[in-house]
C-alpha cells in the first residue's frame, strides 16, 4: 500500500510539473512583451525553462520506472518519451515551437495519468514485495 501512495503522489507532482512546463511555453510568447512590466522577465530566461524540463524528466523517470516493476504497462513510458521528443522537436523546428513544446507537456501529464491508472489497476499483492523493500 506504501507503494501505491508513494508512487501516485509522485505522478501528482509530475503531473504538475509538466502542466506548468506546458502552460509557462503556451503562454510565453503571448505575455513576453508584458513581462517587464509586470517585474517577471525572469520567466522568459532559458534557465527557468530547463529546469521545469529537467525536473520534469527527473520526476517522470522516476515515477515511470518505479511503478512498470509492478504494472509492467508500456503505455505510460512510451507516451512519456512521446512527450519529451515532442519538446526536442519544438526546440529544432523553431517555426512549431510554440504549438508543440505544450502538447509535448501535456503528453507527459498524460503519460503520469495513464501510469495512475496503471497502479490502480494493480492486484494488493503484487505491491506486498515493494512495501517490504
Known amino acids: 500500500m506504501k507503494f501505491r501512495i508513494k508512487s501516485i503522489a509522485l505522478d501528482q507532482t509530475g503531473i504538475t510539473t509538466s502542466l ?3 502552460i509557462h511555453c503556451a503562454a510565453l510568447p503571448l505575455v513576453a512583451t ?3 512590466l509586470w517585474g517577471m522577465e525572469f520567466l ?3 534557465f527557468i525553462e530547463l529546469t521545469m524540463l529537467t525536473l520534469s524528466l527527473c520526476i517522470g523517470l522516476t515515477s515511470l520506472s518505479i511503478a512498470y516493476k ?4 508500456k503505455l ?4 512519456l518519451i512521446l512527450g519529451f521528443s515532442t519538446i526536442a522537436f519544438g526546440h529544432f523546428f523553431e517555426d512549431f515551437e510554440a504549438v508543440l513544446i505544450p502538447i509535448g507537456g501535456f503528453l507527459i501529464a498524460l503519460a503520469h495519468l495513464f501510469n495512475i491508472k496503471c497502479i490502480r489497476s494493480c492486484k494488493p499483492h503484487q505491491h506486498l514485495k515493494n512495501d517490504n523493500e
Open 34 to 36: 508584458f513581462l517587464p
Open 44 to 46: 522568459a530566461n532559458p
Open 20 to 22: 506548468a512546463c506546458a
Open 70 to 73: 509492478n504494472h509492467k504497462q
Open 76 to 79: 505510460p513510458i512510451s507516451i
